[in-house]
């Protein structure tokens, strides 16, 4: 059964930095999109990122300009780059990567933004 491992989450003060990062562990076959989603207590998860399988890469309007989602050419990594972190962005963090035929979900890490 294969996994995703997430790592990188934390507490940073306003204005600061962090990298999630998430490797997959086992095969997953046909790996597609590959990001990140978030999720607030009493909230609807959100996409934050995503890499597509032509390498386009998508972003919420909230973090657009402040976050960057990578992927390696193997499809084993994705990671979240988050530069000028706002306590909005205070949230439980998931990896998340489409094969086939389902979608898999890391347990999700938290990172909350002090102001």
């Known amino acids: 059964q294969a996994q995703l491992v997430e790592s990188g989450g934390g507490v940073v003060e306003s204005g600061g930095s962090l990298t999630l990062s998430c490797a997959v562990r086992?095969?997953?076959?046909?790996?597609?999109?590959m990001g990140w989603y978030r999720q607030i207590p009493g909230q609807q998860r959100e996409l934050v990122a995503e890499?597509?399988?032509?390498?386009?890469?998508n972003y919420a309007g909230s973090v657009k300009g402040r976050f960057a989602v990578f992927r390696d050419s193997a499809k084993t990594n994705v990671q979240l780059l988050m530069n000028n972190l706002k306590p909005e962005d205070t949230a439980v963090y998931f990896c998340?990567?489409?094969?086939?035929?389902?979608?898999?979900w890391g347990q999700g890490t938290q990172v909350t933004v002090s102001s």
């Open positions: 998340y990567v489409q094969g086939s035929p389902r979608a898999y």
């Open positions: 890499v597509t399988p032509e390498g386009n890469r």
């Open positions: 086992g095969k997953i076959f046909s790996i597609s999109t």
